[in-house]
């Protein structure tokens, strides 16, 4: 029996994506006179995604289903995470402008996002898999988040317009459950959706599974991620989240969007970065040898931090509006040298909770249902199960030692010791 | 020109309240038939509260008014706060039997709460100025504190329900922007309605707003207010909230509910423990030189601390039934030291909290708008400033030097120090 849905609502195909952007008179005259070519392209793990192009131009249709396409049917999900998805952008969009697609249309009634066609840009997860390099990419995921977090922080929101979006994204409560399962539960329990490589690292997984500190500490970041509305976050922001070009690059996909920890947005993408430099060794070809490739994903850690840093500083010296820090209680320059102080302490928690956020997504993509391509992708098995394990123990540094990490730097000379 | 309120509504006098009564059978045959006396006595800062008498029983009516009672119109607040109130003892009700008033009936459209009448209790504050001693009080508002914040927190519920409560209470803003302008803001900045007993006070006002490290603690504090979703806390738990018998203990007046740092319900008793001590030699007669009080009140900080850590945990390990820190993920003997060091790591930090947001009351009490009696009705102007400039004292070492507090040991050492 399928599952059901609100009336109005019927999964697009090739053929009534057609019609429905055919209704929609700006999308009409955005793309053209018919035909128009339509190809789904969803890989992902949960949405239709179809790209339509016209003579005049192109969008993409981003459609819910009612269930996790990555599990089928049997796994429902609420449609109205598209809802939070465009949420998300009406309440970023104006912050992040050339960092992520632009949202044309929204249409309640199907769950379906009509956006800008990112093209020639390809899934950064696969650009590094492929072996090539994005010069750009983590300095701009870096100001992306610096942005999209201060923005909507309290930092610069009034907090009545803050607790109005954290009401708004507390309904999105099916996606917060996912990632509270997943991500910090599974991996630490037995539990039918986990796989990792087996047999090779049934050992490491058992090893995880009896760890008590190392399950203390990712429950306490787990409790973190449940119980601070720091800011609205992406909520997913790892490198499959991320398109890009030589010089452009967009941050996708966040229907995970929610009030949480920032440090779970730059852990996310931190945790991708390191894991593509574990497994490039697995990906080598005679053409190939990613030897280069490994230095230049260690240097994109401290591009990355800087990146995130010093904007989310600057805007919080010229821009702060909010109820947090308030403006008229530092404008004395006497007040200076302890406002700064206080940013950098800041900026030091930012960067323990992207550390310990960063252990926890690194784990979950190895033990437990969702896995990156970046290992998955490794044909010889003992390579990915080597590769899989320095990231596990680089991961288990983080959560079990994080005093070790203050630094970018601390970050590099750690992963380099291990891989 | 009178402030606009809803149709339905109307503020109850001292002869409408007995027909807004008269019209619910259940409080009807609650009070026994009429006549029935009625006393106004509300002497809080924003509602009316009318005390009704029958022969049969008693009641006690809550009513917002819209706008704040001790400011006047000139200063609107939204009845809602009434909603709020009748939702928390909702959801904590059942938790804190016998710690809290019982409500009997909530009328949405008069913004009113009908509930028990505590009889024959005083409020705790004015008892404390009087010279009495409460024996379980503390103990009681400790284990108030652990049930009301644990049963509502990540630790008890599951994220599905806890983010519902988190959405309705979000909506609680004209109270949290009291909070958040009062408590964190106003009394490190020039501001109208701050108010001080000059010139005594006037130096260290002054020192106060020049202060650019309190500040930024201060800020830092009320950073965590904002952004943290721990539990549903009461959101005003002075001993002006608290009403007490010599063996009976009820916490009221939760209008200021809203999901926050547990450490903010801590501090605020705490706080309120700590200026009742350092008023009483103010309020010394020939009668009750206060020798013997200022001692006990000191007993009660550890009395207090413990009372709430050791319930707290006990009910952690008992009925944790929520997404943080799950179950089965601590299900094994093998894991048990583990989840106990976590669990004395949580109390450690929300010690932290309690002795930063402690600070953070007491200053806002000798320098903001909002005053305690404990230190007004000392008459002697000279006793009065320095009451409040050894509890000033003391809530400086709080947040300037925390790393001094990790015992409630640390806490009596410090009050005897100073006062």
Known sequence: MPLSTPPGYRSLSDTSVVDFLAALPDIRSRLGSQPWTVREVGDGNLNLVFLVNGPAGAVCVKQSLPYVRAAGESWPLPLERSYFEQAYYHHVGEHVKGLAPEVYHYDPAMFAIVMEQLSPHIIMRRGLIAGNRYP????????????????????????????????????????????????????YRVMDRNRWTSPELDGLAADVRADGPLKAAASRLGHKFL????????????????????????????????????????????????????????HATADNDRRDLQPWLLEQVPVFWQAFAERFVQLWSDLSNGDAYPKNLFSAPSDWPAFEAEQQRT????????????????????????????????????????AETNA???????????ERFTTPEDIVVAAKGIG
Do not use: C, W
């Not at 596990?392 to 994080?402: D, K, Q, S, T, Y």
């Open 227 to 282: 119980s601070s509305t720091e800011a609205l976050i992406h909520g997913d922001l790892h490198t499959g989240s991320v398109m890009v070009t030589q010089t452009d690059t967009r941050v996708m996909d966040p229907e995970f969007a929610m009030y949480g920890p920032i440090g779970f947005d730059l852990g996310a993408f931190l945790a991708n970065i390191l894991m593509s430099y574990f497994s490039q060794p697995g």
């Open 136 to 187: 750009d990419a983590a300095r701009a995921v870096g100001e992306y988040i610096a942005r999209a977090s201060f923005f909507t922080s309290d930092l610069a929101v009034p907090l009545d317009k803050k607790f109005d979006g954290v009401a708004d994204f507390a309904r999105n409560q099916a996606l917060i459950r996912i990632t509270a399962e997943l991500v910090f539960a599974d991996p």
């Open 347 to 386: 900026l030091a928690r930012l960067f323990a909770d992207m550390i310990g956020f960063a252990g926890i997504k690194t784990i979950r993509r190895i033990f437990g249902f969702a896995h990156n391509a970046d290992f998955e992708l490794i044909e010889d098995r003992a390579a990915r199960a080597k």
């Open 392 to 402: 596990v123990r680089l991961a288990r540094l983080f959560l079990l030692e994080p």
